[in-house]
Structures are given as structure tokens and as C-alpha cells.
């Protein structure tokens, strides 16, 4: 299925361009006493926007006319769910990204990030229960979020203010993220003390690995507008290569910032046969979310809301809501994730007419962790989280209970609270 598209008539072009000069000029209200644009002041991943006072830590150095940084997040733990044929079994969700920045007329911005969960965990990744998508043996995985690959971005970005109060933005990337949901779970900061991904991933922020992305935007100092042209199918089971495809997926995302602690964003995505075991199946996705950060006396207090919506070729649509919060003082953190999503027989890997029904799921998890040591700017923390789901009567067969329980402790390696005020993405 092709997407269609229609020529704007002039008038509409003309309201258009009307509302961004409003929402861009020095005079008006909602851009009032705005400072001078600043290119990467609320950068997230790829091209995607975070409240400006979101802290982030990192190594960081200058070298000649570059700025360089080195960040990362990862977890060793053990892990148990009630899930038919599961055992307590060891994990390790990790990610590790380098950063180099110069900036003359505009600023250039070189970002590499990599995964070891492929080496590590192997191609059905880790366990965690009534998560589903991805495939592993040419099977769907079921109760098991899939590893991510070896590399999850290669990109180039550039931004250039044209005045005190517009830019422009020009995204690049091998492997990449397009502008299509929130930034991806890995880089927010409400998920940053949990090492599980959400269940609703592939209705909000799955499409944060793309092998191919080329992003445009217009932005002000509160507001951006982007499209992404992109190769939307979803990375295959060799998760050490490249899976480079055609740009035939677009999306285009709206964002505000109407302040420091908080970032709004909506998007619409059209992409092109993402799902390897549905081959001539594309997909529209719809995105809102609502992230909301604030420095707090002893630490920060960092939540999520995200709404998505996959609608298939020639299927029924569904949706998934997520609310997710981390709070940390001092050396402890606590965290909590809730989720409902609209899942189907497929997903679970039923056939036949239980493949079609539709099975709803929420879960409920809370975490907690204490920073344990600090030694150079790594900091080691230790930790635990439990999460119970709901489900009706079809699942409640498949795993001998109507409220299917997980629970796991870890141990986490990042970069030290403070150490460094500089960040990927954030100008400082």
C-alpha cells in the first residue's frame, strides 16, 4: 500500500506559514523574552525533544574545536516471572554512546551508540513477562523483550539558527531514529532506574533503531516542527549487522516546550511493512506524550505519559497508554511504571480465530535502587523491581493465573549524578 498525499491548496499553505511566525516571532506571547535560539538546548534521541532542565551525566572532554562526551546505562541482574517454561535467568540491558560536538555558524553533532545485549542475552534477549514482538528462530517472542542491536545509532546532525529565534535542523543517519514518538525509553529519564522496556514499545518508541533516517525540522526556541523520510521495517534476527532498506516510511511530529520541565509532542507515522511474520502488512502509528521534569531539593523527579496507536492494513486499530515516574534523592531512586495495552492472539502467538482476539493487558511495576559506590564518575547502584499484570480468560489459561507476577534485582553501572553538566544532546 502506497501513501497518498494531496497538494495543500494556497490558503491552507498561508495558515501555515501564519502560525509559525506567530508561534516564532520575538514579539509574541508564547515565545515572550525567549533567549536566543539555542540548537541542541532540549535534544533527546535522534531529533526528538526533552524538557530543558532534564539533567543527564557523562564523561566529558574537549579536544582542539570538539566537544566530546561518553555516555551510558547498563544492568546485570537476575530476573523470575510467571511464565510457562521460564526460570530464574541472569540479565544484562546495557547501551554505551559517544558524542562529538563542534559548533561554528551552526552546530555539528557526530553520535555513535552500541548495544552488547545481542552477545550477551543472545537472539531471544531478555526475559520479561507479557511483553511481545520481534521474532527469534523465525517465531514470535513471547514473554521476552527482544535484544536491541549491536548498533543503534550512527548519525550526523547539524543545526543552524537563522536569527535569534528560528533554526533549522538537518538529521542524517545510517541507523537512526525518526521523528515518530517520544525520545525512545533508553534516553528518558523516567525510565533511566528501570531495566525493563515498557510492554506498549511497540505502539510508542519502537521504530528508535531505523536503518536509514533522513529528518528535516523547523524550529523555535519552544516549538519544532520535522518530517523523516525512513526505512520503517523492523531490524531481523542478525542483530550484529545492517539491515539497510528503502526510505519508503514517512513521519512528521509536532513538539512544544512551553517551559524548562515540560515537552509535548505528537506524531503520525506511516510505515512500510514493519513486521518481518506480516511481510505485506504497513502500518500507521500515532503518537502523544506529555513528559514533565523537575529539579527537586537532593535530586529530580522525571514522568512520562505516552499514548500510541498501531493501525495495520486491512486490521483492527489498537492502542497503548503508558505512565511511567523515577524520583531520586541523594543516593536512592525509586521508580513506577503502568501500562495498558490493546494486544492480540497473534502477538501471543496463538492461530486461528484465537489469533484475532483481542487480549487487553496491564501491568503495574515499582522499583527502587541505592547508589552503592562512586568511584571516578562510574557510579554503581544496587537494586530490585516487581511488577504483577492483569489479564481476562484466554491468557489466564496460558499462564495459570489471572495476575501473572515478575520480579528481579540488579545491579547498575552509569555515569555519576553530577559529574558532568554537559550531555549528547543538551546544550550546556
Do not use: C
Not at 515498557?198 to 518530517?227: C, M, N, Y
Not at 501500562?339 to 496491564?362: I, S
Request: glycine share 12%; aromatic share 8%; proline share 7%.
Amino acid at each position: 500500500m502506497k501513501l497518498e498525499t494531496t497538494t495543500p491548496q494556497p490558503n491552507r499553505i498561508r495558515i501555515v506559514l501564519a502560525v509559525i511566525l506567530v508561534l516564532t516571532a520575538p514579539g509574541a506571547a508564547f515565545a515572550a523574552d525567549a533567549p536566543a535560539v539555542s540548537p541542541a538546548a532540549r535534544d533527546g534521541s535522534g531529533t526528538g525533544w526533552l524538557p530543558a532542565s532534564t539533567p543527564v551525566a557523562g564523561h566529558g572532554a574537549r579536544r582542539g574545536p570538539w566537544d566530546l562526551m561518553l555516555h551510558y546505562n547498563a544492568f546485570v541482574g537476575l530476573s523470575v516471572q510467571d511464565a510457562p517454561g521460564s526460570a530464574a535467568e541472569a540479565f544484562s540491558p546495557n547501551w554505551v554512546m559517544g558524542m562529538a560536538r563542534h559548533e561554528s555558524a551552526g552546530t555539528l553533532t557526530l553520535r555513535g551508540m552500541l548495544s552488547l545485549e545481542a552477545p550477551l542475552l543472545g537472539r531471544e534477549g531478555y526475559p520479561l513477562v507479557l511483553q511481545t514482538g520481534e521474532t527469534a528462530g523465525g517465531l514470535p517472542l513471547v514473554d521476552r523483550q527482544y535484544p536491541h542491536d549491536l548498533f543503534m545509532e550512527l548519525a550526523m546532525d547539524y543545526v543552524r539558527p537563522l536569527g535569534k529565534t528560528i533554526g533549522v535542523e538537518l538529521y542524517l543517519a545510517p541507523v537512526g531514529e525518526p521523528a515518530l514518538g517520544p525520545s525512545a525509553f533508553p534516553h528518558r529519564l523516567s525510565a533511566a532506574t528501570d531495566p525493563t522496556a515498557p510492554l506498549g514499545h511497540h505502539w510508542q518508541d519502537s521504530g528508535h533503531i531505523a536503518f536509514g533516517v533522513v529528518t528535516a525540522g523547523l524550529f523555535s526556541e519552544r516549538v519544532k516542527i520535522e518530517g523523516s523520510a525512513f526505512n520503517g521495517r523492523e531490524p531481523d534476527e542478525r542483530r550484529t549487522d545492517f539491515d539497510f532498506g528503502a526510505l519508503d516510511s514517512r513521519a512528521v511530529r509536532l513538539t512544544v516546550n512551553p517551559s524548562a520541565n515540560w515537552s509535548l509532542q505528537g506524531s503520525y507515522g506511516y510505515l512500510t511493512e514493519p513486521e518481518a511474520l506480516e511481510p505485506d502488512t504497513d502500518l500507521r502509528r500515532t503518537t502523544a506524550s506529555i513528559v514533565y521534569n523537575r529539579p527537586v531539593r537532593g535530586g529530580n523527579w522525571a514522568s512520562t505519559l505516552v499514548w500510541g496507536r498501531n493501525a495495520p492494513s486491512g486490521e483492527r486499530a489498537s492502542e497503548a497508554i503508558l505512565v511511567e515516574t523515577s524520583r531520586t534523592s541523594g543516593p536512592h531512586a525509586f521508580f513506577g511504571r503502568a501500562e495498558y495495552v490493546q494486544k492480540t492472539g497473534h502477538d501471543f502467538g496463538f492461530e486461528g480465530e484465537q489469533g484475532h482476539a483481542r487480549l487487553p493487558v496491564r501491568a503495574i511495576s515499582l522499583g527502587y535502587s541505592r547508589r552503592v559506590g562512586s568511584v571516578g564518575g562510574l557510579e554503581l547502584a544496587v537494586g530490585g523491581r516487581a511488577g504483577v499484570g492483569f489479564v481476562g480468560d484466554v491468557l489466564e489459561r496460558r499462564y495459570g493465573t489471572d495476575s501473572p507476577t515478575s520480579g528481579s534485582i540488579f545491579l547498575q553501572l552509569r555515569p555519576a549524578r553530577g559529574h558532568a553538566s554537559s550531555h549528547p544532546h543538551h546544550g550546556v
